[in-house]
């Protein structure tokens, strides 16, 4: 099946944010197979590497991708025109992942058939142009399964600011799709209100135990677990943990977190080539959205993972 070609008018708008956005601090450290071409090749990666990318897929002709990116500010080509690399060096990964964590809301309550590209067009609409600093995001990844790839209504939303973050979180409410809303005004629904905290506060709840995850399958299998355990203990013959009150060993609550936290940590992104030779994929653990489909980080581990894509295209920007 042949893709679609992208022919409308910010054709090249949309090719720079896009490469821009798999360059970025934002992204660049915690794609495994970007960065390792990164690293092996001082910097330059190939084109035709990029245009492999599911999300480029749809910008052809290879010219065409050539003539926008020549205008970024960000990036640059190599001579011949075949390569491309950022202008600024990288920044320190430490630092970059503690900016991230407190620039990012995370955020519970969309669809769950809401696309990265309908959530993408509906911050980019609603959101962005109240924003008290920078009038764009970072990177929007979707947490998703990693059995079944299942959207769970929850997204990680990267601010350039913390500024721009706080008042997400302290200022407005949201509403999908109405956008920001006013308890009392037309429209005003508190059921739909999305539910919104700071990545560093909902990492804490979850590494605390207070939350074993945000999704509806982890939920089932609490569920499923319990009745289980319970059967185990009344079955003739077989052994209870003795007090017959049905409370989980301390090795047997590990285990279902630990379960728990892989399923709502699944962060695909849009940079995984279309077809890899075996022995050039990146390992894959599990896994934007301006932004992907094939990154796992370090940062991804300990992080809501989602799916990444440039703000304006992908889940980020």
Request: aromatic share 8%; charged share 40%.
């Amino acid at each position: 099946m042949t893709d679609s070609i992208y022919k409308g008018e910010d054709f090249e708008d949309k090719v720079r944010k896009q490469v821009e956005f798999y360059f970025s601090d934002s992204n660049l450290q915690t794609d495994k197979f970007l960065w390792r071409i990164y690293e092996a090749n001082d910097g330059w990666v190939e084109l035709k590497t990029i245009l492999t990318f599911s999300r480029m897929r749809q910008y052809r002709p290879e010219e065409k991708v050539i003539e926008a990116l020549k205008n970024s500010s960000e990036l640059v080509l190599s001579s011949n025109e075949d390569m491309i690399r950022r202008k600024e060096p990288v920044k320190d990964f430490n630092e970059v992942k503690n900016t991230r964590k407190r620039n990012t809301v995370h955020i519970e309550g969309f669809p769950k058939d809401a696309s990265q590209e309908d959530l993408e067009s509906w911050f980019n609409n609603k959101i962005i142009p109240n924003l008290p600093e920078e009038k764009v995001f970072s990177s929007l990844r979707r947490i998703k399964s990693r059995i079944n790839k299942e959207f769970f209504g929850v997204v990680d939303i990267e601010f350039k600011t913390q500024k721009d973050a706080d008042y997400i979180l302290s200022n407005i409410q949201l509403s999908y799709p109405e956008g920001i809303v006013k308890e009392g005004e037309e429209g005003f629904d508190s059921k739909k209100i999305l539910k919104k905290m700071s990545l560093l506060t909902f990492q804490e709840m979850r590494e605390s135990g207070k939350r074993f995850g945000v999704n509806d399958v982890t939920k089932r299998r609490n569920s499923f677990n319990d009745n289980h355990r319970g059967n185990k203990r009344f079955k003739k013959g077989g052994k209870g943990n003795g007090n017959g009150n049905g409370k989980k060993h301390s090795h047997e609550k590990s285990q279902e977190l630990k379960e728990a936290t892989e399923e709502s940590s699944d962060v695909p992104t849009d940079s995984k080539p279309v077809e890899q030779p075996e022995q050039s994929k990146p390992k894959e653990v599990d896994s934007t959205e301006e932004i992907k489909e094939s990154k796992e980080s370090k940062e991804s581990k300990e992080s809501n993972q989602s799916e990444s894509a440039p703000v304006v295209d992908a889940s980020e920007n």
